[in-house]
Nanobody, 127 residues
Framework: VQLQAYGGGSVQVGGSLTLSCAASGFTFDHYVLAWFREAPGKEREGVSCISVSGDSIYYADSVKGRFTISRDNANHMVYLQMDNLKPEDTAVYYC?????????????????????WGQGTQVTVSS
């Protein structure tokens, strides 16, 4: 299983970024996908997850209304569109995958719920 996240960068408050994660080595449309982030000195936290069909999508309260997760099963990609970025969004962002071949799922934003992780991509939001 390989997950390759990219698209991070430095933006000003209120700006936007889109993170991408390319997946390979597993049956992509059988896996829940998620984005996590880890800020300096803080624990890794779940940002958003999406079920295999996209029927179930969840967000952390801190990003609801600003971030949008999506997936492209044909191309084995998952995205995180981040709008209206705030300084507190500064973190290393990780994509993660777990085998849950269900169209609908309950909220799944716990670190321990995911077996497969990509390397992180840094997002820095400055005022």
């Amino acid at each position: 299983v390989q997950l390759q996240a990219y698209g991070g960068g430095s933006v000003q408050v209120g700006g936007s970024l889109t993170l991408s994660c390319a997946a390979s080595g597993f049956t992509f449309d059988h896996y829940v996908l998620a984005w996590f982030r880890e800020a300096p000195g803080k624990e890794r936290e779940g940002v958003s997850c999406i079920s295999v069909s996209g029927d179930s999508i969840y967000y952390a309260d801190s990003v609801k209304g600003r971030f949008t997760i999506s997936r492209d099963n044909a191309n084995h990609m998952v995205y995180l569109q981040m709008d209206n970025l705030k300084p507190e969004d500064t973190a290393v962002y990780y994509c993660a995958a777990d085998f849950v071949p269900l169209a609908t799922i309950t909220k799944r934003l716990g670190v321990r719920q995911y077996d497969h992780w990509g390397q992180g991509t840094q997002v820095t939001v400055s005022s």
